[in-house]
T-cell receptor, first 112, second 111 residues
Framework: DTEVTQTPKHLVMGMTNKKSLKCEQH?????MYWYKQKAKKPPELMFV???????INESVPSRFSPECPNSSLLNLHLHALQPEDSALYLC???????????FGSGTRLTVV | TQLLEQSPQFLSIQEGENLTVYCNSS?????LQWYRQEPGEGPVLLVT???GGEVKKLKRLTFQFGDARKDSSLHITAAQTGDTGLYLC???????????WGLGTSLAVNP
């Protein structure tokens, strides 16, 4: 299995809603990432988990809350988002000793 | 602050033409990765180069890492409409957990 699977593919949520994005990989990768991408821009790093521990938080607002329940799963909990948070949210994983990420196909999030 | 300048930002060519995309920095990277992204999808890794002067070929795509590991290029020979997409370079240093991304090159190959 050489894929990173993200669900849901599309999500529309109100500013008072609570929702979660899910990411799963079975490649044995021990680093997992959340990225945010706006149209025609490069991905922006949000969080990095290394060996299931949060190692990088790029000063992301607390309305985004990551969780890594085990080495294969990564969640992003969303609460009280703003319309400007609408974007493509990408999950990625990598081997500790390999230079290159495997990305999922993303969740297109719209906040209304 | 590390920066990666990617050029050109936009490129529209006819099928069969050749093209080159550049990524330049004043910083040294331990690796340089190239990705291709289609609308609504995640980036797909094309290649990773780690050795100064390294050249890698992937069918019609040729990737080069500069001798000083500060720059890289992607050359496409005889472009096809299926090459259309956003090409992103990303530089890694240290443990590569935090990549530095170029702004991307949006390529349109017209039939």
């Amino acid at each position: 299995d050489t894929e990173v699977t993200q669900t849901p593919k599309h999500l529309v949520m109100g500013m008072t809603n609570k929702k979660s994005l899910k990411c799963e990989q079975h490649m044995g990768h021990r680093a997992m990432y959340w990225y945010k991408q706006k149209a025609k821009k490069p991905p922006e790093l949000m969080f990095v988990y290394s060996y299931e521990k949060l190692s990088i938080n790029e000063s992301v607002p607390s309305r985004f809350s990551p969780e890594c329940p085990n080495s294969s799963l990564l969640n992003l909990h969303l609460h009280a988002l703003q319309p400007e948070d609408s974007a493509l949210y990408l999950c990625a994983s990598s081997q500790p000793t390999y230079y290159g990420y495997t990305f999922g196909s993303g969740t297109r999030l719209t906040v209304v | 602050t590390q920066l990666l300048e990617q050029s050109p930002q936009f490129l529209s060519i006819q099928e069969g033409e050749n093209l080159t995309v550049y990524c330049n920095s004043s910083s040294v990277f331990s690796s340089l990765q190239w990705y291709r992204q289609e609308p609504g999808e995640g980036p797909v890794l094309l290649v990773t180069v780690v050795t100064g002067g390294e050249v890698k070929k992937l069918k019609r795509l040729t990737f080069q890492f500069g001798d000083a590991r500060k720059d890289s290029s992607l050359h496409i020979t005889a472009a096809q409409t299926g090459d259309t997409g956003l090409y992103l370079c990303a530089g890694g240093s240290g443990n590569n957990r935090k990549l530095i991304w170029g702004l991307g090159t949006s390529l349109a190959v017209n039939p």
